[in-house]
């Protein structure tokens, strides 16, 4: 499916993907467990989050791929403030050597909190992004970097003394308007944050606007819509597990956001505050049913999956189910592969 | 691949018998335990034995004698009464006593 011909049912059922998003917080073989057991579900794609306190999504992926034959792992997003691009290269080419033609490098600005712990400035996101999938590009399609001399990246010299074994695609992690156009105009894909449709339909807006800029077809660009995904045949049981994942989502939200979804400020503001001073269940007790529509897709498999081909028909070409997926996570996928997944592919 | 590691003949006698339905049952109730443990208690997992447990995932083999028995085994490390809990819940009462003692 594409941007120019996502009203195509038929086109929906044949080309669409499904993703799960793993934050490596647990010990990695359970982490190693799920996507073996997505890729038996027919999940397509699985994207491992990279925060420093995490474990590390290579070591991660390297499992992963030990344990797995076909499922496409992307580190999902890493960014060019921590990790240089040229380290970055290098840990996802010697990844590819392990899944070849499997991977893909997901590049983004990085979660400003996080990075603003290590002291580490995140100026020029956009500009940072772009020379950041530039020198990766370069280095994955095994020419020398020389003499790159960028605003924030300067390299003398860097070549890789080894063949990444395949096509390593690049996504770019976006948000805002800038990010989203960046995208379309560099990237094989985007990887966009949201959950409501209407978000959804505003960044392919923009992804249009800057593929027009430069003259690209986005055929084969994929729209990956990255969502805080919760399912169980019990509803409440489902919006149950995606409280405290939406609660965190409304804390660290810009006004702006809160109010386009008609989110009253007052409750968002008690809410933080709650959270802040660790009291849980005032917190998650907070959040209201506007919040978890905006910021998550939770329900019965049924009203996922109604949710799920509305993101199709806007466009999106890869559906992720991220944190916390369900209650359970490993019931949850089992309920996704039996009662979502085939709704969607033969 | 079920040659991988040789299962203890104590355990196999237990096992060798069970039928496909109560194999399955046994081995999502022992994952159930696995998967949804607090984190900090997975610490003390036996590495190795946890590797074959997903070799024997990867191969759909986790339902033999020795995909199950690697199961047993974890458990049994991390927690042996919660493991004879599991195992006499699926009628393995003789082998969920030895657990305990």
């Known amino acids: 499916m594409s941007l120019q011909n996502a009203s195509k049912d038929e086109e929906v059922v044949a080309m669409v993907k499904f993703g799960v998003e793993f934050i490596p917080q647990e010990p990695f073989w359970r982490t190693v467990f799920y996507v073996a057991q997505a890729e038996k579900g027919g999940f397509d794609n699985t994207w491992i989050t990279d925060h420093f306190m995490n474990r590390n999504p290579y070591t991660t992926m390297a499992a992963i791929s030990l344990y797995t034959e076909k499922i496409t792992m992307g580190v999902g997003v890493t960014n060019p403030y921590l990790v240089n691009p040229v380290v970055t290269a290098q840990n996802i080419a010697s990844l590819s050597e392990m899944a070849p033609n499997r991977v893909i490098l997901g590049i983004g600005a990085g979660d400003k909190t996080t990075l603003g712990f290590l002291g580490v400035e995140t100026s020029l996101p956009v500009r940072a992004v772009r020379e950041c999938v530039e020198i990766a590009r370069t280095l994955l399609s095994g020419e020398k970097v020389k003499n790159y001399d960028g605003k924030i990246f300067k390299i003398q010299k860097a070549k890789l003394a080894f063949k990444p074994s395949g096509k390593i695609p690049i996504y770019v992690g976006a948000q805002g308007p800038m990010m989203l156009k960046l995208a379309a105009k560099i990237g094989d894909g985007v990887l966009i944050n949201a959950s409501h449709p209407d978000d959804v339909k505003e960044a392919i807006i923009h992804l249009k606007k800057g593929a027009e800029k430069v003259g690209r077809d986005l055929s084969n660009f994929d729209v990956v819509v990255y969502t805080s995904f919760s399912t169980h045949r019990d509803r409440r049981k489902a919006r149950k597990a995606a409280l405290p994942v939406v609660a965190f989502i409304v804390a660290g939200c810009p006004p702006a956001i809160l109010e386009k979804h008609g989110i009253s400020l007052e409750k968002a503001t008690k809410l933080k505050k709650a959270l802040n001073e660790g009291k849980w269940d005032e917190a998650f007790s907070s959040v209201t049913d506007e919040m978890m529509e905006a910021f998550s897709i939770c329900g019965t498999p049924e009203e996922c999956s109604e949710k799920i081909e509305k993101m199709f028909e806007l466009g999106v070409t890869q559906f992720v189910m991220g944190s916390p997926i369900g209650p359970k996570v490993h019931k949850a996928i089992d309920t996704i592969s039996k009662e979502i997944i085939p709704r969607f592919k033969e | ?101």
């Open chain 2, 1 to 101: 691949m079920e040659k991988l590691k040789s299962l203890d003949p104590e355990l196999k006698r237990f096992l060798v018998n069970l039928g496909s339905e109560q194999r399955s049952s046994l081995k999502w109730d022992l994952l159930g335990y696995l998967l949804t443990l607090k984190p900090k208690a997975c610490a003390g997992a036996p590495i190795e034995n946890v590797k074959l447990m997903l070799l024997y995932w990867k191969y759909d083999l986790l339902e033999s004698d020795e995909g199950l028995g690697t199961l047993i085994e974890i458990c049994k490390t991390l927690d042996p009464s919660k493991t004879a809990e599991i195992l006499a819940k699926n009628g393995l009462n003789e082998l969920a006593e030895r657990i305990k003692g």
